[in-house]
């Protein structure tokens, strides 16, 4: 029986017959035999080592009676995929809706004419997977490097990708300085069976040459992967690290998707690919960290990102930061709903009103109406996933 204890700033994990310590504020983590019980000789000990500090009395708390635009832009360029994740949120489809590139530049235009930072951040995310539409995001960038001229501005670019994209497409974005993240869960059958092609084949070969490729090139890049208690953590993390991958941002799968239809956690789930529970997640973590420590990895998660930073929001687009635009035109107040035939389009409406019952800011972009709320009350998780 595994037991989570929070003492101070530190998490203390029991796992058999010893105790995970861990200050994700100071960074160090530690194994210890016997429970670090306040006063005691281990308590003291580590306390000096840097654990057991007390908690920050507060978040970073913003000005929200004041919304000063939008701070980044993010487009959901297609609905298009050519992989069948079996936990994909958008349940995206071999051919489906793309975002038009005057309604892509017009998105930009807006929100740079409303910019007032120095630096233009635009990601490519999904809804599906947006390096099938690459074409579209080069003009993108070629007008962001225009009006960053212009205006002079500074330029920063960000891909969310699946990994399948050419040899060629990653060269220009190694080009064009871009952030990339690439999801991907493992060695190749943890990879084929959660991320498969449409067509049921395997995609662990192209994305494992691509991540070979990006380290061959010395560039720096994130793997996100989606974390099942069926695997073994440890050597999800040692074939990441036998590749040279040097940033790992791990989240637990989430039971809610193409085959998930029900948000059950643990081996209560009726699918065989489940999701952890919290005790579960952490102690995995943990052990994550430790096999991230032997190949120099950086590791992360959301929450344990969020506590260290002291933000007093959890998400860019639901805090009135990032002005994410969908295929259709339409401001999203979550990157997991797309449009308002997806599953969670009332669930989100009923939050906002719920969570906020707040004005709302309304906009155009070309004749596409639209309304975003400016106010969030949850700090430290996402609120669709706290609804759901």
């Given at each position: ?17 010893s ?5 994700p504020?100071s960074?160090k ?6 429970f670090?019980e306040?006063?005691?000789?281990i ?12 908690l920050?009395e507060s ?8 919304w ?9 360029v ?6 069948a ?9 071999k051919?489906?809706?793309t975002m038009?590139?005057?309604?892509a ?6 929100f740079?004419?409303?910019f ?6 635009i ?19 070629k007008e ?5 001229q ?19 497409i990653?060269?220009?974005f ?13 060695p ?20 494992e040459?691509?991540?070979?490729y ?5 560039y720096?890049?994130?793997i ?15 074939y990441?690290?036998n ?8 989240e637990?799968l989430?039971?809610?998707?193409r ?6 956690f643990g ?5 065989e ?10 102690t995995?973590f943990f052990k ?5 420590r032997?190949?120099g990895i950086r590791?992360t998660n ?13 998400c ?14 339409f401001?999203?107040?979550?990157l ?13 409406k009923?939050?906002h ?18 309304c975003?709320?400016v ?14």
């Open positions: 029986m595994q037991s989570t204890y929070l003492i101070e700033d530190t998490l203390v994990v029991q796992g058999g017959d105790y995970i310590v861990y200050s504020f960074g983590i530690a194994r210890v035999f016997s670090p306040k006063g005691t000789e308590f003291l000990s580590l306390h000096e080592s840097g654990f057991f500090n007390a920050p978040t970073r708390k913003d000005d929200i009676e004041t000063r635009g939008f701070r980044s832009l993010t487009l959901l297609t609905r298009s995929c050519n992989l994740c079996i936990y994909c949120y958008a349940a995206a489809k051919s489906g809706r038009s590139l005057n309604l530049l017009q998105s930009l235009k807006w740079a004419e409303q007032k930072g120095n630096t233009i951040r990601s490519f995310h999904g809804g599906g997977e947006p390096t099938l539409e690459f074409a579209l995001i080069q003009e993108v960038v962001a490097y225009y009006l960053a212009k205006s002079s501005k500074k330029t920063r670019f960000q891909i969310v990708t699946n990994g399948t994209a050419s040899i060629g990653f060269d220009w190694i080009d064009n300085n871009f952030g990339i993240s690439i999801s991907a869960d493992g190749a059958f943890i990879q084929n069976r959660n991320r498969p092609f449409v067509n049921g084949k395997g995609s662990s070969e192209i994305v040459k691509n991540i070979r990006l380290v061959s090139r010395n720096p890049f994130t996100r992967l989606t974390f099942s208690s069926i695997d073994d953590i440890r050597e999800i993390v040692r990441f690290g590749l040279g991958v040097k940033s790992l941002h791990v637990p989430f039971p809610h998707g085959e998930y239809k029900r948000v059950i081996k209560e789930s009726e699918k690919v489940y999701s952890p529970d919290g005790k579960e997640f952490v995995s994550a960290m430790g096999v991230a032997e190949f590791i959301s929450h344990i990102g969020h506590l260290t930073k002291g933000l007093g929001y959890f860019g687009s639901a805090s009135g930061r990032s002005m994410i635009v969908t295929d259709e035109g401001i999203s107040g979550c997991e709903v797309v449009d308002d035939q997806d599953s969670d389009f009332e669930l989100l009923k939050i009103l719920w969570l906020m019952k707040l004005p709302l800011l309304d906009f155009k972009i070309g004749t596409v109406a639209f975003f709320p106010k969030i009350v949850l700090q430290d998780m996402c609120v669709l996933v706290a609804a759901r």
